[in-house]
């Protein structure tokens, strides 16, 4: 009887390669096939917080997982996607999969998760994600003692946007891309502007930290945030 492969999630972090932890450097420099996601035209960012850790024997499998599609149109490609990462499992080799992030926090390895899990076995990493990293670079604390936390994807409507942000003491705004101006209009109208905090592609050698009024909508990218951290000081 062969015996299946094992198959790894592993959390790369935000984008600075030393915030990879130690359980997933020793996983990934142990496993004889690493995949990870990448668009068709891009390189994988995945892969690049890891390459100088990558032995340079290993099997690479790269997959796309193609974002805002309709849920029975991605269901179909994603199946499609991860049947490789399966060939690899059937056939005994380990698979460690990078993820940025953590891959439990809006990580594209839930989707890799959800269809072989239930077939091999599985090990989940937890990676440093950027809601935790954001704050730190932009210098702000973020919440005390019993504040409360709500983390916010862009793309919801106007009106969900409003009633989280004035039930909540701090704020992640992630996901902006396009969705940058409407929440900057829902920040002003809201009186949080003022302390609200933008950066994008935090940890990572393109890190910008820009003011609110200042960053240009049309070039907000997937990797960017806004945080409002508690009006609390204790």
């Known amino acids: 009887m062969e015996t299946k492969g094992r198959l790894y999630g ?34 994988s960012i995945a892969r690049a917080i890891v390459s100088q850790y990558l032995t340079g024997n290993q099997i690479e499998v790269a997959f796309h997982l193609p974002r805002a599609l309709e849920p029975e149109k991605a269901q179909a490609i994603y199946d499609q996607e991860v049947e490789p990462i ?15 992030g953590d891959p439990f926090f809006y990580g594209s390895f839930m989707y890799v998760f959800t269809r072989l899990s239930e077939q091999y076995e599985t090990e989940v990493v937890p990676g440093i994600s950027s809601l ?16 409360i936390l709500t983390v916010l994807p862009a793309p919801l409507p106007p009106e969900e946007l409003i ?22 209009d829902i920040l002003h109208q809201l009186g949080l502007a003022s302390r609200a905090r933008y950066i994008e592609r935090a940890t990572m050698a393109q890190q910008r930290i820009v003011p609110l009024d200042e960053v240009d909508p049309a070039a907000v990218p997937y990797f960017s945030m806004i945080v409002v951290p508690s009006k609390n000081r204790l």
């Not at 030393?18 to 020793?26: D, G, H, I, N, S």
């Not at 996601?37 to 891009?42: E, V």
């Not at 399966?86 to 940025?100: I, P």
């Not at 704050?135 to 019993?146: E, M, N, Q, R, S």
Request: net charge positive; with cysteine; charged share 15%.
């Open 10 to 43: 592993i959390g790369v972090g935000p984008g600075d390669p030393e915030l990879l932890t130690l359980k997933a450097l020793r996983l990934l420099q142990a496993a004889p096939v690493v995949a990870y996601q990448s668009a068709t035209d891009k390189q």
């Open 86 to 100: 399966a060939e690899h499992l059937a056939a005994g080799r380990n698979v460690v999969v990078l993820c940025e």
């Open 163 to 184: 009633t989280h942000l004035l039930a909540t003491d701090a704020a992640a705004i992630m996901k902006l891309g396009r969705h940058f101006t409407k929440v900057r």
């Open 132 to 147: 935790m990293a954001c704050p730190v670079a932009l210098g702000v604390p973020f919440t005390y003692y019993t504040d």
